[in-house]
């Protein structure tokens, strides 16, 4: 157990074990399974944790969580989450929140994924309707974001829409679109895969697109934000 693992898991096996599960969201599930393996060195990191959780309401959810030899730089990257037909509404945005709220105490500085678009345009990869991946939409509700060069480059009533509105703006971002009039629009429509990334400063827009979301997400469901993150002190969003 390095110093690094010590200040951002904890000191002990059974501690660790514990802060990695909370650290993938998985206090927003019931009845699930947690899978852990590692990796001493890899790359830059001094410690990697392979995830993989299973539970009644997932398909496959996997996450690698990475240290480095300092206090700062340490991400977690989400691999893949796909829900069953049968989960409860709001469950894929209470992961969310957990992991969040527990990254946060726990120092690491980012979340990452690949939010992908795959769908009926992409018939080559297409096999069955459930394979339709939609992260390009849904990570940035949440408060994901990143570079939208891709989708900028094939589509160029995107590009003229965004050329228009932010002439003199060279590094255009989904958080950029989505702040146009009928950007959600053009997105859905237009949008990429894209790697996104989380900010996990207490400040950070994405800790207040994710709060503003978690605030929807209570009101539709006649509910409250502290009922649908199970961790103590909503606050630390």
């Keep these: 157990i390095t110093p690094a693992v010590r200040y951002h898991l904890g000191t002990t096996k059974n501690r660790i074990a ?14 699930c399974e947690v899978s852990i393996d ?44 796909r829900l069953k037909d049968n989960a409860p509404e709001g469950l894929g945005g209470r992961i969310v929140a957990n992991q969040v709220i527990s990254a946060i105490r726990s120092g690491f500085d980012e979340l990452q994924c690949e939010a992908y678009r795959i769908d ?18 849904v990570w940035p509700k949440m408060g994901y974001d990143g570079s939208a060069d891709d989708a900028l480059s094939s589509s160029k009533e995107l590009r003229s829409a965004v050329e228009k509105y932010y002439p003199d703006k060279d590094d255009i971002m989904v958080s950029d679109i989505l702040s146009m009039p009928n950007g959600s629009d053009l997105w859905e429509k237009h ?18 697109i994710l709060r503003e979301y978690l605030k929807r997400k209570a009101q539709k469901l006649n509910s409250t934000v502290e009922s649908l993150v199970r961790v103590a002190k909503i606050h630390a969003l």
């Excluded at 514990?18 to 009845?31: F, H, M, P, S």
């Excluded at 410690?47 to 700062?72: C, L, N, Q, W």
């Excluded at 080559?124 to 939609?134: A, F, G, L, P, Q």
């Design 18 to 31: 514990r802060n990695l599960a909370k650290l993938v969201g998985a206090e927003a599930l019931q009845d």
């Design 38 to 81: 590692t990796a001493e060195t890899v790359g830059d990191y001094t410690a990697e944790f392979d995830i993989s959780v299973k539970g009644p309401h997932i398909e496959k959810m996997t996450r690698s969580i990475y240290i480095t030899p300092r206090r700062k730089g340490a991400i977690i990257y989400n691999n893949t989450l």
């Design 120 to 137: 009926k345009r992409y018939r080559d990869v297409i096999e069955e309707e459930h394979n339709k991946w939609v992260g390009y939409l």
């Design 191 to 208: 949008g990429e895969s894209f790697e996104a990334t989380f900010d996990l400063k207490k400040d950070s827009a994405s800790v207040k």
